[in-house]
């Protein structure tokens, strides 16, 4: 039997933001129904997806079936703490991407054909964000214009030392293309300057920590 899917993650998504899906299963009169999902997850820059499959649950009553994955794939994520001595911290276990693959069991089909549809609608997390939104499924990047992709930033107007640790944080979804970095200063003595850095990134969906202290 087919079931219908009523509700999607955000394409992209904090690890500890709501990550649901939602469906619904139809025919519930069937002995034995258990609704089975499967997640289908790799890191940033691996080709080959891992599986893990997720506990058989039984649809409530109106045949609805919501799965959360936040904490699931919060815990296939973990921090890469910036380096102190490099300009660029590639923080690719930071990024997943991920679908599921859904099926109906029951007594007279144990062990029915995956439904893979899910797989042409691929999601992205990254590690961080809050466990609790003032509204469910609220999501941070919603509100960013796609050509503002840092993920971390310092006040305006800020007076550092010259070794103070300082970093930056950047995801870049796209598949290829130069990264730049535009750095203007004021110093103490009223001078200013600007400069541009080419980094040279070009890898798919990936995430960046850059070291933007003076000394840098």
């Not at 025919?27 to 997850?41: C, H, I, P, Q």
């Not at 703490?81 to 859904?102: F, G, K, M, W």
């Not at 550092?160 to 750095?183: C, E, K, M, T």
Request: charged content about 15%; proline content about 4%.
């Amino acid at each position: 039997m087919a079931h219908a899917i009523n509700e999607r993650p955000h394409v992209l998504a904090f690890s500890k933001n709501d990550i649901c899906y939602r469906y619904t299963v139809s025919d519930l009169s069937r002995a034995g129904l258990f609704f089975s999902a499967k997640l289908r997850y790799k890191l940033a820059g691996q080709s080959v997806y891992q599986e893990l499959q997720l506990m058989p649950m039984v649809p409530n009553a109106d045949g609805t079936v919501i799965i959360y994955l936040n904490q699931i794939i919060d815990s296939l994520l973990t921090y890469q703490v910036p380096s102190a001595t490099a300009l660029v911290t590639n923080a690719s276990c930071q990024v997943l991407v991920y679908h599921l693959h859904t099926r109906e069991i029951t007594n007279a089909d144990a062990d029915p054909a995956w439904n893979t549809h899910e797989g042409t609608k691929e999601r992205t997390a990254l590690k961080g964000g809050i466990e609790q939104n003032r509204w469910s499924r609220n999501n941070f990047f919603t509100y960013q214009s796609t050509n503002k992709k840092w993920y971390t930033w310092q006040p305006n107007s800020r007076s550092v030392f010259d070794n103070q640790p300082l970093y930056l944080s950047a995801y870049i979804p796209y598949a290829a293309g130069d990264f730049w970095i535009w750095v203007e200063w004021k110093c103490s003595d009223g001078s200013t300057g600007q400069r541009g850095y080419d980094l040279s990134l070009s890898a798919y969906n990936s995430y960046y920590h850059i070291n933007v202290n003076p000394v840098f």
